[in-house]
């Protein structure tokens, strides 16, 4: 009788798109490339490799099969855009991917922090210097101005009672 292998390691498919910048897109383009500003780079990853990428599996398949390239600043909603000054390597491309998420959840759990801060300090019989009112933009929304900084809070119903007990005593 013979026994079936297991496999110690399963392997996906899988993109990564980056951009090139002005100075990689010549390179590229004299290195016989299309010179073009995006760029993508396939390989396989590991099952491993997702739980780090932050990449679900469902059903015998992974939940998305490319990603493209961060850094870890933050630029309006989201972060910036990586770009490059030469073309990448898929496994380059992967190390790349990784490190800047390590630091995105970094920057990630220090805005949490900050944005709990703001909202104890508005709960705190308003804190010093924190300003508590209803989005002019958003009307689900409440924002709280605390040390320089205004952090948006989707429905909160502490913080609605306190703009209400605010109104309140306004009148």
Not at 11 to 16: D, E, G, I, L, M
Not at 95 to 109: G, P, T
Not at 142 to 164: C, N, Q, W, Y
Request: charged content about 25%; proline content about 2%; aromatic content about 10%.
């Amino acid at each position: 009788m013979t026994t079936l292998k297991q496999p110690t390691e399963v392997f996906f498919n899988f993109k990564v798109d980056y951009l090139l910048s002005q100075k990689g897109q010549r390179a590229h383009l004299l290195a016989g490339g299309d010179g073009k500003r995006q760029q993508s780079v396939s390989g396989q990853i590991s099952l491993a490799a997702t739980d780090k990428l932050g990449i679900k599996f469902y059903d015998g398949r992974l939940e998305r099969d490319m990603m493209d390239i961060y850094t870890d600043k933050w630029k309006g909603p989201g972060f910036a855009l990586a770009e490059y000054d030469a073309p990448l390597a898929f496994e380059v491309a992967l190390a790349e991917i990784l490190a800047c998420r390590e630091k995105q959840n970094a920057f990630l759990a220090a805005e949490a922090a900050a944005k709990a801060a703001a909202k104890s300090a508005a709960l705190a019989a308003c804190g010093i210097g924190t300003i508590v009112e209803r989005s002019r933009t958003y009307n689900d929304r409440i924002e709280v101005k605390h040390g320089g900084r205004t952090f948006m809070f989707d429905f909160d119903p502490e913080l609605s009672a306190l703009l209400a007990a605010q109104k309140r005593e306004r009148e």
